[in-house]
């Protein structure tokens, strides 16, 4: 049974700092791109991130570029999204995904919930 996890979510304020965790189990993750995106209501789900099968490519939304970045530990199967300079546009659940390809979502996570506001 494949499950991605996320963690990490909560309240910050803005110009502060969160970083999401997956936890991916269930899949060969060393196989798998991963991507992070987020949805506001009434909004379609946006793609925030996505990280190559090693971490060594990545592709930040222009949104975000900058302040987020996308990483993995293969060792530990998870997938990490730092952000900083938050800002209340930044307000969204948050969900993960695995792709087998660049452009393909196979399995997403539940979703953690991001809140910035003062």
């Known amino acids: 049974q494949v499950q991605l996890v996320e963690s990490g979510g909560g309240l910050a304020q803005p110009g502060g700092s969160l970083r999401l965790s997956c936890a991916a189990s269930g899949i060969d993750f060393r196989r798998y791109f991963m991507n992070w995106h987020r949805q506001t209501p009434g909004k379609e789900r946006e793609l925030v991130a996505r990280?190559?099968?090693?971490?060594?490519?990545?592709n930040h939304a222009a949104s975000v570029r900058g302040r987020f970045t996308g990483s993995r530990d293969n060792a530990k199967n998870t997938v990490y999204l730092q952000m900083n300079s938050l800002k209340p546009d930044d307000t969204a659940v948050y969900y993960c995904?695995?792709?087998?390809?660049?452009?393909?979502?196979?399995?997403w996570g539940q979703g953690t919930q991001v809140t910035v506001s003062s």
């Open positions: 995904s695995a792709g087998s390809t660049w452009t393909t979502y196979d399995y």
């Open positions: 990280i190559g099968k090693f971490g060594n490519a990545t």
